[in-house]
């Protein structure tokens, strides 16, 4: 991955339905400028792990993530708006977590994050990661070297470390 603790986030145009089902652009910079957020890079929505372990755990600390004082999540992975949308609703993020999709990977490119999973029938995607951002300043961020793993990127683990 290109993007390093001490970057700002790059310009990078973003995808999401609202709660009237209205496609919302947004640049994922300015979403993030005035907060202290976490940014959840995921290979696919509905896959194995991002489906059992990453979202999920996220979900599940959103107490310990308002206690460290984190002020937005936001998963975003390389499906399009209705897709995250559908996603967010099977894990029942409601209101605790924004569902945004980074379809023509711009975000995922320009951070080095994409990879190439045409062998098992992905496509490109993203590698899995985990970051924290303060003012659009990245601070920290747990890249897995694997998409099927998730300790690093772990809310467990990665709520803990900050």
Known sequence: MKLKAGDKLPNSELFHLDQNNELKKVDIFDLCKN????ILGMPGAFTKTCSALHLPGYVKNYNLALKKGITKIICLAVNDPNVMKA????QS?????LMIGDPFLKFTKAIGAEVDKTAKGLGARSNRYTMLVENGEVKKIEEEKETAT?????AENFLNAI
């Open 35 to 38: 907060d202290k957020a976490i």
């Open 87 to 90: 996603w967010g609703e099977n």
């Open 93 to 97: 993020v409601g209101e605790k977590i």
């Open 150 to 154: 998730c300790e690093l990127s772990a």
